[in-house]
């Protein structure tokens, strides 16, 4: 049963546009939602995140918007660039019941940004 | 000045055989984990160390035991492999009571198990 859905494997952008990476939770006990971006061979690398307290979040060209409602976000990269091809993972967080963070996650969205 | 470092890289071997894998962190973080992708790159948790303890035990066979020396080192030993052990292994470190603090990831162990 998977909380955290990233229901598009692969997303491919020309470059200059904007890349719209979404996902999808159930439970309703996340409180801290964050972005992670994965490289061929490399571990995924931290890129944004979001309390659950917010409905947007911008660092530079990345934005994150929450919809607590729809249970929904999205990754909006602004301009795309062909070096934001990469693999992007949704990761929801949420207490234990021993006080403990754990993150829960989606499978990924392949990005292809063509020149 | 890797932040998070697991070795080896690459892990070939056979059934039945025992086998390790390192992961060193220099970023001073209390907190350190390990994660499995397997072939659906499913990114699932293992375990999860707090200053030496674990506090994070998902359901995963007797056959992995996490061990950690110290608040820097967190080693995976696996017994007995068998052939869907095959995945890659990532250890992450991050720093605890602030719920927003992001994960490290390492560039993960490809363990192949023939």
Partial sequence: DQQVKQNSPSLSVQEGRISILNCDYTNSMFDYFLWYKKYPAEGPTFLISISSIKDKNEDGRFTVFLNKSAKHLSLHIVPSQPGDSAVYFCAASSLNAGNNRKLIWGLGTSLAVNP | ?114
């Avoid at chain 2, 932040?3 to 970023?27: F, H, R, W």
């Avoid at chain 2, 007797?62 to 869907?84: M, Q, T, V, W």
Wanted: glycine residues 6%; contains cysteine; proline residues 5%.
């Fill in chain 2, 1 to 114: 000045d890797t932040a998070v470092s697991q070795t080896p890289k690459y892990l070939v071997t056979q059934m039945g055989n025992d086998k390790s894998i390192k992961c060193e962190q220099n970023l001073g973080h209390d907190t350190m984990y390990w994660y499995k992708q397997d072939s659906k790159k499913f990114l699932k948790i293992m375990f999860s160390y707090n200053n030496k303890e674990l506090i994070i035990n998902e359901t995963v066979p007797n056959r992995f035991s996490p061990k950690s020396p110290d608040k820097a080192h967190l080693n995976l030993h696996i017994n007995s492999l068998e052939l869907g052990d095959s995945a890659v292994y990532f250890c992450a470190s991050s720093r605890s009571g602030r719920p927003n603090s992001p994960l490290h990831f390492g560039n993960g162990t490809r363990l192949t198990v023939t």
